[in-house]
C-alpha cells in the first residue's frame, strides 16, 4: 500500500466513518478497483489529507461545490460527515446561500432538501 493510499484510508475513514468505508470496500470489485484507487489516493489522500484548511473547511467547499455543479447524489453522504468534520447546521446553510447566489437559486434549494432529509434521518439514528 502505497503512502497516499495509506493516508487516504485513514483520512476517508476519520471523515466519512468507518461503517460507511467498510461497506464501500465490501462492494469494491475487480471493475471499479482502480477508481477507489484514485479517489481514495487522490481525494482523500492528497486533497483531504492536506492541513491547510480543516476538515469543517473542506466539507463546506465540497457541500458547496456538489450542490453548485448539480451532483446531489453525493450530498446526503456528505451531510452525514459533517458529524466528523465538524461543519455545523449553520455552516451549511450559508454555503448553499452562497450556492444560491452564485450558481442559482434550484441547485441550492435541492441542496437544502437534502441536507433536512438527512439531519432528520441522523437525528433518529438512520
Not at 10 to 18: C, E, I, K, N
Amino acid at each position: 500500500m502505497t503512502d497516499r493510499m495509506s493516508k487516504g484510508m485513514a483520512t476517508r475513514r476519520a471523515v466519512l466513518g468507518d461503517a460507511h468505508v467498510d461497506r464501500a470496500e465490501a462492494a469494491k470489485s475487480d471493475f471499479d478497483a482502480p477508481f477507489q484507487t484514485l479517489i481514495t489516493e487522490g481525494a482523500w489522500g492528497t486533497v483531504w489529507s492536506d492541513d491547510t484548511i480543516t476538515h469543517r473547511e473542506r466539507s463546506m467547499l465540497t457541500l458547496a461545490l456538489l450542490a453548485a455543479t448539480g451532483n446531489f447524489e453525493e450530498i446526503p453522504m456528505h451531510i452525514r460527515a459533517t458529524a466528523n468534520t465538524g461543519a455545523s447546521k449553520d455552516d451549511i446553510i450559508q454555503a448553499f446561500l452562497h450556492v444560491a447566489i452564485y450558481a442559482g437559486v434550484p441547485k441550492a434549494n435541492h441542496a437544502i432538501k437534502l441536507a433536512k432529509q438527512t439531519f432528520a434521518e441522523m437525528e433518529k439514528g438512520a
